[in-house]
């Protein structure tokens, strides 16, 4: 993913609209467990403030990920936007801009950083899915199981102060 700032460097304060896509970004499969299933696509602003280039950026991708309630494979959309810095210098280990030369800048690491960071933890197929009986491992969504519903603890409690009450009557 590269982007050409040769317009926007022609004085400070022009600003310009950029959209970029890529199939895959370098490294990026290999830092992510899960498969991608489209194109990552991102889309933006860069500014030009002097001796930085400022670029809001925001992107989405889909993913191949197990839901975490009922296991099966679903298309997780994966959305992130972020600002940064671009600077035609190197960076120093305490700087958190990135470097770019030749007029163009490369935002494959920032991206694939942003996509691995917005992986979601418990991906779910859809948002009201039902989940697995957690007895018989039937899926809820597809149909419901004849197994007992699991005796709940907060009425158990609430019985043992019922009769407790009882006794002191
Ligand atoms: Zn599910
Ligand atoms: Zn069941």
Same mark, same amino acid.
């Given at each position: 993913?590269?982007?050409? #700032?040769?317009? #926007?460097?022609? &004085?400070?304060?022009?600003?310009?609209? =950029?959209?970029?896509? /890529?199939?895959?970004?370098?490294?990026?499969? +290999?830092?992510?467990? +899960? %498969?991608?299933?489209? %194109?990552?696509?991102?889309?933006?602003?860069?500014?030009?403030?002097?001796?930085?280039?400022?670029?809001?950026?925001?992107?989405? @991708?889909?993913?191949?990920?197990?839901?975490?309630?009922?296991?099966?494979? /679903?298309?997780?959309? #994966?959305? =992130?936007?972020?600002?940064?810095?671009?600077? *035609?210098?190197?960076?120093?280990?305490?700087?958190? &801009?990135?470097?770019?030369?030749? *007029?163009?800048?490369?935002?494959?690491?920032?991206?694939?950083? *942003?996509?691995?960071?917005? @992986?979601?933890?418990?991906?779910?197929?859809?948002?009201?899915?039902?989940?697995?009986? $957690?007895?018989?491992?039937?899926?809820?969504? *597809?149909? +419901?199981?004849?197994?007992?519903? $699991? %005796?709940?603890?907060? &009425?158990?409690?609430?019985?043992?102060?019922?009769?407790?009450?009882?006794? /002191?009557?």
């Amino acid at each position: 993913m590269e982007l050409s #700032v040769h317009d #926007v460097k022609k &004085w400070v304060g022009r600003e310009e609209s =950029f959209a970029v896509a /890529a199939e895959t970004l370098p490294d990026l499969a +290999a830092r992510l467990e +899960a %498969p991608l299933r489209g %194109p990552i696509k991102a889309a933006g602003r860069v500014r030009n403030a002097g001796s930085l280039l400022l670029v809001e950026l925001e992107g989405s @991708v889909l993913l191949q990920m197990a839901c975490a309630r009922c296991g099966s494979l /679903a298309d997780i959309p #994966v959305t =992130f936007s972020d600002m940064a810095q671009f600077r *035609e210098e190197r960076p120093g280990p305490e700087d958190d &801009w990135f470097a770019y030369e030749n *007029e163009t800048l490369r935002l494959d690491d920032w991206v694939s950083d *942003e996509i691995l960071l917005s @992986v979601p933890i418990a991906p779910l197929c859809r948002t009201d899915c039902r989940g697995l009986c $957690p007895q018989c491992g039937a899926d809820w969504n *597809e149909s +419901a199981c004849a197994c007992a519903p $699991p %005796p709940d603890d907060r &009425w158990g409690a609430l019985a043992g102060f019922r009769a407790h009450g009882d006794d /002191a009557d």
